[in-house]
């Protein structure tokens, strides 16, 4: 299938405005908002992500359908099912990992020695994880379309695109890659960890002939990290010295 003018629009949105815009215009923001203002900055960059990723999601599902030559198929853009029993495999293993994760996530956010040793992990990106119940849940949902929409646009389209150019396995190693490299607010470390997750979903894609089982993980995963993030900010603002909080609304409360 040949490609067209906005496959190569989103190539290049993919590989360069979005690592620009995680660095530059998303993390920073929060770095350098007030302490008083950093709760709506994280709430607007909530907001903002999801709006981006789906309106790219959108766009590119109705001009796949719209493209000419054509046409192309669901197949082709990882919404496709090549084998059942291969489909349902992936799909039963990525819903078992999913729930071992929220048994897990359950398990370290009510453990005060498991959330001492989640925490130097994720100083990195604290800032953007999730301080209150209200950003906790609105980060579910960052999650969901996280984990469906950077599924669609970084394993099912840029497996497309790159195949026209090379082999699977490099395909896979390269859009791994654009996918750490979208993760840049996070350091290097957090590129190369996020890399390598990338390269896991694009494994499983490449198993399991769709894109779903993915989605699965990578929402799950997303869950995973502001769930934690959230019970080791809250346990370090419940710590000696610290402001008690009702735990209903992570509101100050009188002791």
């Known amino acids: 299938m040949a490609l067209t003018p906005f496959d190569h629009l989103l190539a290049v949105i993919l590989v360069v405005v979005i690592p620009l815009r995680s660095r530059v215009v998303g993390f920073r923001r929060v770095a350098r908002a007030a302490p008083e203002e950093q709760p709506r900055v994280r709430r607007q960059l909530y907001l903002q992500a999801m709006r981006i990723q789906s309106g790219l999601a959108l766009a590119l599902v109705v001009l796949w359908l719209a ?3 054509g046409p ?11 084998s059942i029993s291969t489909f349902l495999a992936g799909a039963g293993a990525a819903l078992v990992i999913a729930l071992v994760l929220f048994v897990q996530a359950r398990r370290v956010s009510n453990n005060e020695r498991s959330l001492e040793r989640v925490r130097p992990k994720l100083e990195r990106i604290l800032l953007v994880l999730p301080h209150t119940l209200e950003e906790r849940r609105l980060f579910l949902w960052l999650s969901l379309t996280a984990g469906v929409c950077e599924e669609l646009l970084y394993r099912g389209f840029l497996f497309f695109y790159l195949g026209h150019w090379m082999p699977p396995l490099a395909g896979l190693a390269v859009s791994s890659v654009i996918f750490g490299l979208g993760h840049v607010y996070q350091g290097v470390r957090g590129v190369l960890l996020t890399g390598l997750v990338g390269a896991f979903f694009g494994a499983a894609y490449m198993l399991c002939g769709s894109i779903a089982p993915a ?3 990578h929402a799950a995963g997303d869950m995973y990290s502001g769930w934690i993030g959230h019970a080791a900010l809250r346990r ?17 409360r009188t002791p």
């Open 236 to 252: 370090e603002a419940e710590a000696p010295g610290a402001p008690l909080t009702d735990p209903a609304y992570d509101l100050p």
């Open 215 to 217: 989605m699965v993980l």
């Open 72 to 82: 192309r198929t669901a197949a082709a853009l990882g919404l496709g099912v090549r």
């Open 67 to 69: 493209a000419r030559p």
